[in-house]
């Protein structure tokens, strides 16, 4: 192949084929572009820069904001052959003077550096003096003083578009609500950054929603349509995850709960068993499900509202993952709005962070309540266009009807 990027996916890498959205974020940078990518976690954001880092030459430089990360990628990119490099606090000096001398003399390819580190004068001097081709700061949300994971050294990364005016930056995230994002365009790159977001449908996962009236019977009548398939129940409270998983033990259906009240023996224990077995329904609050990569879930039943748009998605996208049909099925109830507001009320916080909070869930509401196509309104928040998608209860609802008796029943009743 003539193509270069696609030489070093598979000599280096042994992958035949880009992801969706690789490509096109590798081309803008070998083009020379700034790019913010968004994209879902495990897309494979890491290799958006480290293949146009090698087609390049010269040395990347990529900020990312936990040790334990760096060392990871570092493990896996010496595995693959290439030269990686970190330097960090907690190897120690030796290795970070050897570490040194292999930048300073060009051989590393990719140098590894926690913000803190990179942005010293020190550090910035000497990099100044290296042929730097490219810069990648990975967890970029890190630097939206609105979202979760805020983090104050990631601040000063403002400065590098400056410092190094000729050297493309790529920010990567996987947090793609708006606000986040236009906070990292401007924060980052003053504006002038190429913005790709990608890859967030899931078209396997049917998507409904349902007035809430009575949760334990609306819950069982759903799982009795899913028989023997895994699937994962979240519910807002430690104690209802209980009730419910012993409501659905009682009706003959094998659900363990899982919160962060339990041991960590007990909590285990279920979570090997939902991972092991199958036919299991994990009852859970929202500490469920942090790298769950369980290929055959079938299903994922919120009983309440969740926290957000996004993290609505997320949890939904633990349903599915083997690409065979599953569902994503919520209970949504005035309750559980006025519920979310107080909380929102109740946070020790900032009065903008907590307007912030109440526009992210009008967001939230706006999706429970459209008639629209429902996966055209959640893939538009992340920035994604999308044509009706005929698998969520609004676009089959709207299919032609093969028989009214049943609206016309609810309309006499009245
Ligand atoms: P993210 O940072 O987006 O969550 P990673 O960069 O950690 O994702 O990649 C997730 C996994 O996908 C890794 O195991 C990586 O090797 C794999 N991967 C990335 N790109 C490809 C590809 N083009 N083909 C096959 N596997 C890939
Ligand atoms: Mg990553
Ligand atoms: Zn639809």
Redesign the pocket.
Known sequence: THDPKRRV?KDVFG?D???PG?ASVMEALLAGRHVLAV?P???????CYQVPALVKGGLTIVVSPLVALMQDQVAALRLAGVAADTINSSIDRDANVAAWRRVASGQTRLLYLAPERLMTERMLDALARLDVRLIAIDEAHCISQWGPAFRREYEDLAQLRGIFPDVPIIAVT?TADETTRADIETRLFGGRVETQVLGFDRPNIKLAIEPKQDSKRQLLNFIERHQGRSGIVYCLSRKKTEEMAAFLEKNGVTALAYHAGMSKEARDANQNAFMTLSGVVMVATIAFGMGIDKPDVAYVFHTDLPGSLEAYYQEIGRAGRDGRAAEAHMLYGLGDIRMRRMFIEDEDAAAEHKRRSHVRLDTLIGYCETAECRRQVLLGYFGEEATPCGNCDNCLEQAPRADGTAEARLILAA
Do not use: Y
């Open positions: 996916l992958f084929d880009f992801r690789q994209m976690t495990g897309a494979g954001k890491s290799l996987a």
